[in-house]
């Protein structure tokens, strides 16, 4: 079984195989975007949850990029 460190190893390795951060980054948004206009006023909790696990992500993500650059 893999350790979370083995599986983010694993994670950022494909981010950078498929063009980087700043490309997930943008993939995510979209996502996040598409996920945004299905949103109703009831029963869309889900959608929320995902659009804000998708919000932290890119932050992470953001801040990753940030720290690389500095």
Same mark, same amino acid.
């Given at each position: 079984m893999s350790t979370n460190k083995e599986w983010s190893t694993i994670i950022d390795d494909r981010i /950078?195989? +498929?063009g980087?951060?700043?490309?997930?980054?943008?993939?995510?948004?979209? /996502?996040? +975007?598409?996920?945004?206009?299905?949103?109703e006023p009831h029963g869309m909790g889900h959608l929320h949850t995902t659009i804000h696990v998708l919000k932290h992500r890119i932050e992470e993500l953001e801040n990753e990029l940030k720290e690389y650059r500095d």
């Amino acid at each position: 079984m893999s350790t979370n460190k083995e599986w983010s190893t694993i994670i950022d390795d494909r981010i /950078e195989e +498929e063009g980087g951060k700043q490309h997930h980054i943008d993939v995510l948004n979209t /996502e996040m +975007e598409v996920f945004a206009s299905r949103l109703e006023p009831h029963g869309m909790g889900h959608l929320h949850t995902t659009i804000h696990v998708l919000k932290h992500r890119i932050e992470e993500l953001e801040n990753e990029l940030k720290e690389y650059r500095d």
